[in-house]
């Protein structure tokens, strides 16, 4: 099967900034995949060369087969974008916006115009239809973006923080129709730094720093690679930690169900350990021989957040891209007519 997005030794210089260093990615169609990265990773420069709004300085790049610069109509109109910026024309009503857009992907103005009522129902801003983009609340531009990104039916949805700034009950609707959207069989690209979207949404993400991949994974895969803690709340805690074998190291000769920590919280017992639901029965049994009452016991899993946090940990981007010379990383903008001006 073609893969919706297929990227290769991915590079891309900016003048003084490598903000792509050889990145090769597979998104599978049909998936919802994230692109996760703290600012400055590269990721709306990603996005953007797929996008065809910066040229790419090497390797290769293909949306459904297509090469987004040899083929770029193709690749082009196999996607919907809702960028982060809200680059919307501002002088004609938001319907106009979405009729004009879909000439351009060569649509007929009949059916360009139900088309337009359709979007604007399903993300639910329909009765401003003949509103100004300007004139929206925050909320309901984000709706729009949507709605401008979804006129041509896409096969490949790309949201770059779509959510970004809006409230808890919009977040949740655009969940729900992103997911709808994905369970019809629309491919979607998300970037967010709400690290809970995407351990909600996505079957796998991409973690990129500095313009290098970290890692593919699913989010139940990169949680597994954290550790868990394991709370025992006592009835008459000791003073210090308990003296028990089996909290001062591995449990058998494998890694699995490994002590990292033991600390006393107050009345509660904190066990960091690797597999927590493998040292939980041998640390009931040794508390007990210790002659201490167990009133609570929890286990709670690393979550995706925490193993972010840690994977990115060194240092912004921002101020670790490199440095390189200058080779002229040219980028080249393309107007929803179609022109590419460099
Ligand atoms: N046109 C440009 N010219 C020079 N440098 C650029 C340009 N666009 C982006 N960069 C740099 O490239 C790097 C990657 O930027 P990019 O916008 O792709 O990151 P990002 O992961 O989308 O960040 P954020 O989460 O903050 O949106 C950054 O160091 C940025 O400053």
Not at 31 to 49: D, E, M, R, V, Y
Not at 263 to 288: H, I, Y
Request: with cysteine.
């Amino acid at each position: 099967m073609t893969a919706a997005i297929e990227v290769e030794d991915l590079r891309k210089q900016y003048e003084g900034v490598r903000a792509l260093d050889g990145v090769s990615l597979s998104v599978p169609e049909g998936s919802f995949f994230g692109l996760l990265g703290p600012n400055g990773a590269g990721k709306t420069t990603f996005i953007n060369i797929l996008v065809g709004l910066v040229r790419r300085s090497g390797g290769r790049a293909e949306v459904f087969g297509h090469d987004v610069e040899d083929d770029y109509r193709e690749a082009r109109d196999a996607i919907g974008l809702a960028p982060q910026e809200f680059n919307v024309d501002h002088f004609f009503p938001v319907r106009e916006v979405l009729e004009h857009k879909a000439g351009y992907h060569g649509i007929p103005a009949d059916e360009a115009r139900e088309r337009a009522d359709e979007v604007l129902k399903q993300v639910g801003i329909y009765e401003k239809r003949d509103t100004r983009f300007n004139w929206l609340s925050g909320g309901m531009k984000r709706r729009f973006m949507l709605a401008r990104a979804l006129i041509t039916d896409p096969d490949l949805l790309i949201l770059d923080e779509p959510t970004a700034g809006v409230d808890v009950q919009l977040r949740h609707d655009l969940w729900d129709l992103i997911t709808e959207l994905n369970e019809s069989g629309t491919t979607i690209l998300l970037t967010t730094h709400y690290i809970e979207e995407a351990e909600r949404l996505c079957d796998e993400v991409a973690i990129l720093d500095s313009g290098n991949l970290l890692t593919v994974a699913t989010p139940e895969e990169l949680m597994d690679r954290g550790p868990d803690k394991i709370r025992v709340t006592l009835r008459n805690a000791p003073a210090s930690v308990p003296d028990l074998p089996m909290l001062s190291g591995t449990r058998g000769a494998s890694d699995e169900g490994r002590v990292e920590s033991v600390e006393l919280d107050g009345d509660q017992l904190v066990v960091t350990a690797t597999q927590g639901g493998l040292v939980a029965p041998d640390l009931v049994r040794a508390l007990d021989r210790a002659g201490l009452e167990i009133v609570d016991f929890d286990i709670s899993r690393t979550s995706l957040e925490e193993v972010f946090v840690d994977m990115t940990r060194e240092g912004g981007s921002d101020q670790s891209a490199e440095a390189v010379a200058a080779d002229g990383g040219r980028d080249a903008t393309v107007g929803d007519d179609g022109g590419v001006s460099e």
